[in-house]
């Protein structure tokens, strides 16, 4: 257990994930998803403010994007998001890693 904030701690989880999630209702900027693309993460985010800017959905058969969106507030849009992403992880191998490139390939 890790009482307080480190932003070495931050990075370090964050390298570390297969996936971040970030479900905010608000978010004006919103930096762990960028670092998140920067270390290969896929970003999993609630499409609103920096996080509807960043992260593009992704679409396996077009061969673009750099993460998971969902644009409503509540549990089933979230839930559809993470069931895309997660059957991608397990099922797409190929597709997950040109992911991962396409994530890591962003400014």
């Known amino acids: 257990f890790y009482n ?9 989880l964050i390298a570390a994930a297969d996936m971040l999630i970030m479900p905010s209702r608000y978010e004006p900027c919103g930096l762990p998803q960028m670092y998140a693309l920067r270390y290969g993460t896929v970003p999993v985010v ?7 800017d960043t992260v593009t ?6 061969g673009v994007g750099t993460g ?10 979230f839930m559809d998001a993470m069931w895309s992403a997660l059957r991608m992880y397990f099922t797409a191998k190929y597709s997950w890693r040109a992911l991962l490139t396409r994530c890591m390939a962003q400014d």
């Open 4 to 12: 307080g904030y480190s932003k070495q701690l931050e990075h370090i």
């Open 68 to 77: 998971f969106k969902f644009h409503q507030a509540d549990v089933c849009s």
């Open 57 to 62: 959905q992704c679409n396996v058969l077009h």
């Open 46 to 52: 609630h499409a609103t403010g920096g996080l509807r």
